[in-house]
């Protein structure tokens, strides 16, 4: 159910991430609009020094300046290592930054993760991500900072976005099931350059616990912000669940 039928949503993605965009919108009901303005990751390089580069321009401030002139009712900065690069509350400063370019209600992927496991119950967590170690051992730490115990974390090595746009739905599959561990609550998939939302109820059904993707989780939040009905099905048990009082005008 669409609660909001002027709901346009502003995305703030990587100009080398090849999925990010096509993932909202299968994730999306189709009657949202997404307006969407790039953001650059020099020569899609992903490592640590480069994600934390992105950010010292006003290129995030012009984004969110140029959706919120389009109509954007919430604007995502959606990228995972980019929103946690710089540790605890980097993915708040970044929302300070979009509201107060664009007047406009912000948030990250790092921040829709974060109320994921809440609302799932969340303590313990398993990771899969694309990445090289050195942006695999920033997030653990960012998470153990937040008081997450981190079961394990395992990246494929992909050192490029291109690299990771070009894994297979079935490579990111066989990492959840590489990764999951008894003792987590969930299974946390890293990376908006990951094509595996429509994965997700599979790889629930094969480890038997919930899994969080970063544009599942993304959208997930961004729905119950403006007041959508998420779209329960093939996106997963995140997707059953609600946020209370969170509609705003």
Avoid at 3 to 29: E, K, W, Y
Wanted: contains cysteine; negative net charge; glycine residues 8%.
């Amino acid at each position: 159910m669409l609660l909001d039928m002027d709901a346009t949503i502003g995305i703030i993605f990587l100009d080398s991430d090849a999925n990010c965009l096509a993932q909202h919108r299968m994730v999306l009901p189709d009657a949202v609009r997404i307006v969407a303005e790039p953001v650059v990751l020099q020569d899609g390089i992903v490592t640590n020094a480069a994600l934390a580069a992105m950010f010292d321009s006003d290129q995030l401030e012009v984004a969110a300046r140029r959706l919120a002139e389009r109509g954007a009712r919430e604007i995502l900065f959606a990228c995972t290592s980019g929103s946690l690069i710089n540790g605890v509350g980097w993915d708040r400063v970044l929302v300070e930054r979009i509201e107060g370019a664009s007047g406009v209600r912000g948030t990250t992927t790092t921040t829709a993760v974060l109320e994921a496991f809440r609302v799932l119950g969340a303590r313990t967590i398993s990771i899969g991500t694309p990445y090289l170690a050195e942006v695999d051992e920033r997030e653990r730490a960012f998470f153990e900072q937040l008081g997450f115990a981190v079961a394990t974390i395992e990246g494929l090595g992909c050192s490029t976005d291109p690299e990771i746009g070009a894994l297979t739905p079935e490579t990111d599959v066989a990492l959840a099931e590489r990764v999951t561990r008894p003792e987590a609550d969930v299974v946390f998939l890293s990376c908006t350059s990951l094509n595996v939302a429509q994965k997700i109820a599979l790889i629930e059904e094969a480890i038997g616990k919930p899994v969080v993707t970063s544009n599942q989780a993304s959208a997930w939040l961004l729905m119950n912000h403006l007041g959508i009905e998420p779209r329960a099905g093939i996106f997963g048990t995140l997707m059953t669940k609600r946020i209370e009082n969170e509609v705003r005008g």
